[in-house]
């Protein structure tokens, strides 16, 4: 069996891009406001030839919030409110390293909402609302970033890079948030030493559970999905060490429905998935049935157009830029800086 010490996340950049150096001096620093779809916005809808206010038994809340990731104030807003957990839901999974604005749907009244008293946590807006916010229920995310450079002649760096990503596209990887310094390797032994992979989720959590099947589903899902991003992020890795170009479409992201074909992507996928002793079948045999990943489609790379920036004083530049949903500010900001962004904030 191939002994994994350890599995490198690493990101390429167009040959071209300048390196940048600089940081993220505060997480009030890193703003994040959700792009919501249509139907969230309206506060009306058609009945028959009427028009009427939006109602039902679900409420709508805007919630601006930091450090929380999103997964822990759903826990506590449930408990708070006395409901069940899968009564919070959400459109948009996020980071707790910075100042996020984002949807629930709630199933308790507006006003029990807005007497909500948590720290870092503020309720912007409530409406009534027919139904459940689903995950991916979203058109994408604005991001407000402002960045620390070294020295200040570095913006014409900057301007270029931003050109070229304007004009060359943007690998689409998974962010480093996705991976932390081993959820990746985690995921490797779920499926290939349940023991292993145990053992480490106790060191990780500093926990003590028995088995795999005391641990979250959640939380193992969390680990098996950072294995599949960091099959997709090596894959573009491969891609862009072979070729100077750009491919728009989806390729897989691997799991045990997933069908690989004879092409140039799908040969680089199975490159890396037998450099990790893994084979597709594998992840139907992972020690968990209830977290075994069916995969699926991502796309490779994305357009970004609309890259807005300006310099303040003391060497600060804000950025400014939209994206779909599943793809990562932290990433395109490395594209822009050449990977060489400290994110760690205090």
């Not at 703003?31 to 309206?42: D, F, G, Q, T």
């Amino acid at each position: 069996m191939l002994k994994l010490i350890r599995l490198p996340v690493r990101y390429r950049c167009w040959t071209e891009i300048k390196p940048v150096r600089c940081f993220l001096s505060r997480k009030e620093d890193f703003i994040v406001k959700e792009i919501p779809l249509p139907e969230i916005k309206r506060k009306f809808i058609r009945a028959g030839s009427k028009i009427r206010r939006m109602d039902g038994s679900w409420t709508l809340a805007l919630i601006r919030k930091k450090d929380w990731n999103t997964m822990d104030l759903q826990k506590v807003v449930a408990k708070k409110l006395g409901i069940p957990k899968n009564n919070v839901t959400f459109a948009g999974n996020k980071d707790k390293n910075a100042v996020t604005e984002q949807w629930f749907s709630i199933k308790a009244n507006q006003r029990d909402i807005k007497k909500l008293n948590l720290k870092n946590v503020d309720i912007l807006e409530t409406r009534p609302f027919n139904k459940r916010l689903f995950l991916g229920d979203l058109l994408g995310n604005e991001f407000i970033i402002r960045l620390q450079l070294k020295k200040m002649t570095d913006v014409k760096k900057i301007e270029k890079n931003i050109s070229i990503i304007k004009k060359r596209g943007m690998p689409n990887y998974f962010g480093p948030q996705r991976f932390s310094e081993k959820n990746h390797i985690i995921g490797y032994w779920l499926i290939k030493d349940g023991k292993k992979a145990l053992a480490m989720i106790n060191s990780s959590c500093k926990k003590t559970y028995k088995t795999l099947e005391c641990v979250p589903k959640n939380l193992l899902k969390f680990y098996i999905h950072a294995l599949q991003s960091w099959i997709f992020n090596e894959t573009i890795n491969r891609w862009l060490a072979a070729e100077d170009r750009a491919y728009y479409k989806e390729i897989s992201v691997v799991g045990w429905k997933t069908t690989l074909r004879k092409n140039k992507i799908d040969d680089m996928i199975r490159r890396v998935m037998k450099n990790l002793n893994l084979k597709i079948q594998d992840f139907k045999n992972s020690h968990i049935k209830v977290i075994c990943p069916r995969g699926g489609r991502r796309k490779m790379f994305i357009k970004v157009s609309d890259i807005n920036y300006k310099s303040e004083p003391y060497n600060n530049l804000l950025l400014n830029f939209t994206l779909p949903k599943g793809s990562y500010a932290t990433v395109l900001v490395g594209q822009i800086t050449g990977n060489k962004t400290d994110w760690k904030a205090k």
